[in-house]
């Protein structure tokens, strides 16, 4: 069963406008407290974007439950949940921004979480399979498909060198613009898209239970004072974090204009000193130097 994915409006005096979410799922803090208080909902959401069936999952628990203590010093920490999956090291992620870089930043993520399995003593063979689930809020790879898989594979034969490897990347601006009850990939990640309190009613209208589960404990997480304080602390960090940026830039681009103004001068000398030397009259120098 298919819905139409688009948002009614509300209208004030000839304005349309519709009720943002204070916080989406992408917000880092949300995203980390709420599976972590509810891992029975993270359990099915990792068990869908691996293309698992719930059921049939033996071994999950999460190995990074706390906020890490510099979260609220550093805007660029992660909120990552690393997890043991059925002997799988599993590692899930929300990227909202764009930085460029971040094929490369989830190359590394991987083969730091992979490094670190490897206990003192221990054997190659004993390293578990290490896969890493990224969700991004931007367009990453040039294609219509909003799910890539990438493992390391001979180049000819396509024969895989190992199966310990695999990254998973979802882009949420490439998901179709309907919602399909029966599709629960998609639904998730509708999930993690959804902008206004319109579009989770979209989502709560087609009757799934583990929708109405998440978005029920969406509504319970967004209340609590634990949750309010450090979404607040790290909106404040952040605000620092940019002025703090601002305030370099401008600096930079002060002291580059000194230099270039500094430069320019010197440049001038020269050639002036140049043309003295070659017999110029001052006239003559003013006339090449108005050119």
Request: proline share 3%.
């Given at each position: 069963m298919k819905f139409a994915a688009k948002c009614s409006s509300i209208s004030?005096?000839?304005?349309?406008?519709?009720?943002?979410?204070?916080?989406?799922f992408k917000t880092d803090?949300?995203?980390?407290?709420?599976?972590?208080?509810?891992?029975?909902?993270l359990q099915r959401l990792v068990a869908?974007?691996?293309?698992?069936?719930?059921?049939?999952?033996?071994?999950?628990y999460i190995i990074n439950t706390e906020l890490p203590p510099d979260i609220y010093g550093k805007k660029f920490c992660r909120l990552d949940i690393n997890m043991m999956v059925d002997r799988q090291q599993v590692n899930l992620e929300i990227q909202v921004r764009d930085e460029g870089d971040f094929p490369e930043r989830a190359l590394f993520h991987w083969s730091r979480l992979y490094a670190s399995a490897l206990p003192k003593g221990g054997e190659y063979r004993s390293l578990p399979?290490?896969?890493?689930?990224?969700?991004?809020?931007?367009?990453?790879?040039?294609?219509?498909?909003?799910h890539s898989e990438f493992r390391l594979l001979e180049v000819s034969r396509h024969e895989a060198l190992t199966d310990r490897m695999a990254l998973h990347f979802f882009e949420l601006r490439k998901l179709p613009g309907e919602l399909d009850s029966a599709n629960m990939l998609e639904l998730w990640l509708q999930l993690f898209n959804a902008e206004t309190e319109e579009d989770l009613r979209k989502i709560e209208?087609?009757?799934?239970?583990?929708?109405?589960?998440a978005i029920k404990?969406?509504?319970e997480v967004t209340v609590r004072p634990a949750f309010l304080e450090a979404a607040r602390i790290l909106e404040e960090a952040e605000h620092n974090e940019a002025s703090a940026l601002g305030n370099a830039e401008r600096r930079g681009r002060a002291e580059g204009e000194k230099k270039g103004r500094a430069a320019g001068l010197a440049a001038g000398r020269v050639e002036v000193l140049d043309l003295l030397e070659k017999g110029c009259t001052i006239e003559e120098i003013k006339r090449r130097l108005e050119k």
């Open positions: 004030y005096t000839g304005i349309t406008t519709m009720a943002k979410l204070a916080y989406t803090t949300l995203f980390k407290m709420l599976f972590v208080q509810y891992p029975e909902l869908v974007l691996l293309g698992l069936r719930f059921e049939d999952i033996e071994q999950f399979r290490t896969v890493v689930l990224s969700i991004v809020n931007f367009d990453l790879f040039r294609c219509a498909e909003f209208a087609l009757g799934v239970p583990i929708m109405e589960q404990a969406y509504k």
